[in-house]
């Protein structure tokens, strides 16, 4: 769900939830039943603007295709053949496509599902149906036959935002940004286009913009559903916790639903209240139908309760997720990070491989070559050495797309990259916005620096809210260890392998030899 560890996953559509706000819900369970025990603790452009009759995304109308970028999008979508080549070939025309900083806007045919990582501001009517390639193609029909249509080219822009985070193509950002500015030029301060730019700014990881859009958007419409959800995610991001959980409470006065539930979970969460945002998700679930709905609510489940060490729970929640979507990407990834925890090391790597050849993205590329790292096989060495590669070169498409990605490149090059660029990256990031993520990047990158009386703040600042995350706490038990804080030290990495002892291949393992020289 953290936007700033994970790209944002699409929303599902207003569910059977509307109308019954998740504070009333909760009322209604506890007061039903007695305290059973809480259990396991547990988001270069096109030659110009598009006007009207041209539609971004068709050749012909002013939007030549760059053919090294096709050929990248080409190879993006050939994920298994990387695999058999060892995926050195589609590293080096990544870096060459990217450094090129030119961005394809042509008729690229889109034919993935709409799934991605963790959940975003998306129109729930770009998301009813499977093929978004599909809706893509709808939408720029519609406008070269009704070209002044803002509300259509709203909904374009938003379509273009959960392509980029569908198919790990942050390209579409600038085309997204195009189409949102024309309808806000067809139709001025139009509450759609505002909130889409909201939503555009988040995914870019711009939240201070998100926040400013998202409010414009709510004084035109205090009741876009879009527009509440992204101005939660904003203050999340922007580590104003207090201030997102009154825009939580907000929300689900104003349009209770399963895309405000599943915010209201998570910012319980970050606060350490896991009991509250497991049966926020739980009630949640209860109200889901639509395959999407169970599919996505299923999905938080399974995250949260793997983040609390309880791996056979979470299975059990992935395990539904799939029932109601078989290719949910975020669900795949979670099962297969389950399945790594449990030792099933064999099904996780296929997994794995399966969701970075759809959607090649800094997360599981990382956990990947960690697991490949964690095997031991030979050639496994070089086989992590490329899933790393390809987490720099999705690096610099994102930044040529207009996306800050300096905390995903604070998180993979302090452990598997340059320790300069980690600390150049972390202290970029914490200097934007102060969260408990952008504080353990920096402490991390600190630490893998030397620096660790200086990261000692940043761990603890860190770990400060009660946040329940395994690899923040062994992050601070092993700076502590360094700073020759041996008792809190035993302290920090006992907790994280005690809440979840799976929480990574190469961290577990390094976890446990850190404890062992406590002793």
């Known amino acids: 769900m953290p936007a700033g560890t994970n790209d944002s996953e699409p929303e ?34 096109a030659d110009s603007v598009p006007m009207a009759g041209s539609v971004p995304g068709e050749a012909g109308e002013g939007a030549p295709v760059d053919e090294r970028v096709a050929a990248l999008r080409r190879a993006a979508a050939a994920g298994r053949r990387w695999r058999a080549a060892r995926l050195t070939g589609c590293t080096a025309l990544l870096a060459i496509a990217l ?22 501001p998306v129109s729930p009517a770009v998301l009813a149906g499977a093929d978004l390639g599909g809706t893509v193609s709808s939408l720029q029909a519609h406008l070269r036959a009704q070209p002044r249509d803002f509300t259509a080219w709203a909904t374009l822009g938003l379509a273009y935002v ?34 889409g730019r909201a939503a555009l700014a988040a995914a870019r990881h711009d939240f ?33 916790y207090a201030d997102a959980e009154k825009a939580a409470d907000t929300a689900d006065t104003r349009r209770p639903g399963i895309p405000v539930f599943t915010r209201y979970a998570y910012v319980h969460e970050l606060r350490g209240d896991v009991r509250t945002a497991r049966e926020v998700l739980e009630r949640a679930l209860e109200a889901a139908s639509a395959p999407g709905d169970v599919a996505y609510v299923a999905t938080e489940l399974g995250r949260l ?37 449990s030792g099933d090391t064999g099904a996780a790597i296929r997994g794995l491989e399966d969701v970075v050849a759809r959607a090649p993205l800094p997360g599981p590329l990382v956990a990947l070559g960690e697991l490949y790292e964690a095997r031991g096989d030979d050639g496994d060495r070089a086989r992590a050495a490329d899933q790393y590669a390809l987490v720099d070169a999705w690096t610099a498409l994102a930044r040529a797309g207009g996306m800050n990605a300096d905390l995903d490149t604070a998180l993979a ?18 200097a934007r916005r102060h969260t408990v993520h952008t504080a353990d990047a920096l402490a991390w990158a600190l630490h893998v620096n030397g620096r660790d009386g200086e990261a000692l703040r940043y761990a603890r600042e860190a770990t400060a809210t009660g946040y329940h995350n395994a690899a923040f706490l062994y992050h601070r038990g092993v700076i502590e260890q360094a ?33 062992e020289a406590t002793k």
Do not use: C, M
């Open 305 to 341: 309760a793997w983040n609390q060490g309880d791996h056979k729970g979470a299975l059990t929640h992935y395990a539904r997720a799939l029932g109601a979507d078989e290719d949910y990407l975020p669900a795949l990834e979670g099962r297969a990070r389950a399945q790594a925890a």
């Open 208 to 240: 201070s913009d998100a926040l400013t859009y998202a409010d414009r958007a709510l004084k035109q419409n205090p009741y876009s559903e879009r527009a509440l959800a992204t101005r939660v995610d904003a203050l999340v991001e922007l580590g104003r």
């Open 99 to 120: 450094t090129a900083g030119a961005i394809a806007v042509g008729n690229v045919r889109d034919d993935t599902t709409a799934v991605a990582a963790a959940p975003g």
């Open 413 to 430: 090059a302090a452990d598997h990259g340059d320790a300069g660029s980690a600390l150049r990256a972390a202290r970029a990031e914490y």
């Open 483 to 515: 700073a020759g804080r041996t008792g809190d030290a035993r302290t920090s990495l006992t907790a994280a392998l005690e809440l979840n002892p799976g929480f990574s291949p190469l961290g577990a393992r390094a976890a446990r030899k850190a404890l």
């Open 12 to 45: 599902p559509r207003q569910s059977d939830a509307e109308g019954t706000t998740v504070k009333r819900r909760l009322s209604l369970v506890r007061d039903a039943a007695p305290d059973a025990g809480a259990g396991p603790d547990e988001a270069p452009e």
């Open 162 to 195: 959960e392509q980029a985070r569908v198919q790990g193509d942050p390209s579409r950002y600038p085309q997204a940004a195009k189409a949102l500015d024309r309808s806000l030029e067809l139709r001025r301060n139009n509450d759609q286009a505002l909130a």
